[in-house]
């Protein structure tokens, strides 16, 4: 069973930054595909970005292409998320994930961000 446990989030004032991270407690976790999702209170949950096994590629959502990147360190088991540009509508709770190429993904328990304007 592999745990997820995310870091970095806190409260921001509008046009800050902020860096999540997220440890995973396994050593295949390069074999993984990662992600980064978000929920807003009263709202579904939403990707926000994905990055390869290896590095490679990255995607984003529009709402946070050109402010966020995703990135992973592979030998520290450790993903992140480079937040810039924070806007109020970034506010929600973030959640790593881990897509194996086999069976369910796996999350986290979620870190909370919060922009205030």
């Known amino acids: 069973q592999v745990q997820l446990v995310e870091s970095g989030g806190g409260l921001v004032q509008a046009g800050g930054s902020l860096r999540l991270s997220c440890a995973a407690s396994t050593r295949t976790f390069s074999t993984y595909a990662m992600g980064w999702f978000r929920q807003a209170p009263g709202k579904e949950r939403e990707f926000v970005a994905a990055?390869?096994?290896?590095?490679?590629?990255?995607y984003y959502a529009d709402s946070v292409k050109g402010r966020f990147t995703i990135s992973r360190d592979n030998a520290k088991n450790t993903g992140y998320l480079q937040m810039n540009a924070l806007k109020p509508e970034d506010t929600a709770v973030y959640y790593c994930?881990?897509?194996?190429?086999?069976?369910?993904?796996?999350w986290g328990q979620g870190t909370q961000v919060t922009v205030s304007s």
């Open positions: 990055i390869r096994w290896s590095g490679s590629s990255s």
């Open positions: 994930n881990l897509r194996p190429v086999v069976g369910p993904d796996y």
